[in-house]
Nanobody, 114 residues
Framework: QVQLVESGGGLVQPGGSLRLSCAAS????????MGWYRQVPGKERELVAH???????MYKDSVKGRFTISRDNAKKTMYLHMNSLKPDETAVYYC????????WGTGALVNVSS
């Protein structure tokens, strides 16, 4: 069974940085476009960034220049390095494919607060 395990969340002050990790037990991980999503309670989950099999990247406009998505196919792990975090980016962050979604993991809570 596929498992997606997010880690690296925590409490950070506005303007601070965090690096999230996503460990994926997917045998063909290297073939897939993978994405980072976030969800605030009461709102829909939104795609923040994605990375293709060849490491081309796409970002939501509001995070461009501050967030960096990357992947290590040998480790079946994806990362999201977040800089200059804002309070309204407090959310639970999830990883998954961008199509044919796998069951969601429990996510990583990012709390941006002073």
């Amino acid at each position: 069974q596929v498992q997606l395990v997010e880690s690296g969340g925590g409490l950070v002050q506005p303007g601070g940085s965090l690096r999230l990790s996503c460990a994926a037990s997917i045998s063909t991980f290297s073939l897939y476009i993978m994405g980072w999503y976030r969800q605030v309670p009461g709102k829909e989950r939104e795609l923040v960034a994605h990375i293709t099999a060849t490491s081309s990247t796409m970002y939501k406009d509001s995070v461009k220049g501050r967030f960096t998505i990357s992947r290590d196919n040998a480790k079946k792990t994806m990362y999201l390095h977040m800089n200059s975090l804002k309070p309204d980016e407090t959310a639970v962050y999830y990883c998954n494919r961008t199509t044919s979604l796998h069951p969601w993991g429990t996510g990583a809570l990012v709390n941006v607060s002073s």
